[in-house]
C-alpha cells in the first residue's frame, strides 16, 4: 500500500527565507508526482507536475524535484513571502487494476511571516 | 486546465439526513473523482465516477452511503446519505485534464 509522509508537518519561517519542504513515497511505481497548495477553507490548487521520467520543474520561485528510486520529492521555494502561507500537499498517482489514484500526504503548514 | 464549481459551498445538516453536492466541470471529461478532507487530514479518494458507467469505490466506501451519478461529460453529484457527525467533512469533486488533477472549491459539511 502507498503511503506518502511530508516533514515538516508545520513550518515557520521570517519573509526573504530560502526553504525545502518533503514529501516521501513507499512505493516507486508511480506515475508522476504533484504538488499543490491549499488555502485555509478552500480547494488545492496545483502548482507542478512532474513525471516519473523527470528530475525536476520550475515555475517561478518554486522548484520541484523528483528521485523515483529512493522515493522522494523537495519543493523549494525562493524567498519566500507572505502570501505563500498554506499548506503544501504532494500527492503521487498510482494505475492499480485498471483505474488510477492520487494518494496524498498529510500537508506541510507553512507560515511566512512579514 | 479545468475549472471546477461546486454546490454548495458549505451547509449544516442535521444527523440521518441526506446532502446532495453538485459538481460542474468547465469542459469535457471522461473521470470524475469525488475526495473527502476529514479534519486535519489529508484527501482521501472515494470513488471515480465514469459517464455511463456505475462508479468504481474505494475500500471502504460505499454506493448505499456516497451514491454518485454522472449523467453527462461535464457533471457529477455525490449524495452523502443518512449523515453522521463523523461524515462533517470537505468533500471535493476532481478531474484530469492532460496530465494535471484539478480540484473545486470543495463543500464543507458539518453534521449536527
Known amino acids: 500500500k502507498q503511503e506518502v509522509t511530508q516533514i515538516p508537518a508545520a513550518l515557520s519561517v521570517p519573509e526573504g527565507e530560502n526553504l525545502v519542504l518533503n514529501c516521501s513515497f513507499t512505493d516507486s511505481a508511480i506515475y508522476n508526482l504533484q504538488w499543490f497548495r491549499q488555502d485555509p477553507g478552500k480547494g488545492l490548487t496545483s502548482l507542478l507536475l512532474i513525471q516519473s521520467s523527470q528530475r525536476e520543474q520550475t515555475s517561478g520561485r518554486l522548484n520541484a524535484s523528483l528521485d523515483k528510486s529512493s522515493g522522494r520529492s523537495t519543493l523549494y521555494i525562493a524567498a519566500s513571502q507572505p502570501g505563500d502561507s498554506a499548506t503544501y500537499l504532494c500527492?503521487?498517482?498510482?494505475?492499480?487494476?485498471?483505474?488510477?489514484?492520487?494518494?496524498f500526504g498529510k500537508g506541510t503548514k507553512l507560515t511566512v511571516n512579514p | 486546465s479545468a475549472v471546477i464549481s461546486q454546490k454548495p459551498s458549505r451547509d449544516i445538516c442535521q444527523r440521518g439526513t441526506s446532502l446532495t453536492i453538485q459538481c460542474q466541470v468547465d469542459?469535457?471529461?471522461?473521470?470524475m473523482f469525488w475526495y473527502r478532507q476529514q479534519p486535519g487530514q489529508s484527501l482521501t479518494l472515494i470513488a471515480t465516477?465514469?459517464?455511463?458507467?456505475?462508479?468504481?469505490?474505494e475500500s471502504g466506501f460505499v454506493i448505499d452511503k456516497f451514491p454518485i451519478s454522472r449523467p453527462n461529460l461535464t457533471f457529477s453529484t455525490l449524495t452523502v446519505s443518512n449523515m453522521s457527525p463523523e461524515d462533517s467533512s470537505i468533500y471535493l469533486c476532481s478531474v484530469r485534464a492532460q496530465e494535471t488533477q484539478y480540484f473545486g472549491p470543495g463543500t464543507r459539511l458539518l453534521v449536527l
Open positions: 469542459s469535457q471529461v471522461t473521470m
Open positions: 465516477a465514469n459517464q455511463g458507467s456505475e462508479a468504481t469505490y
Open positions: 500527492a503521487v498517482r498510482l494505475f492499480q487494476g485498471g483505474s488510477e489514484k492520487l494518494v
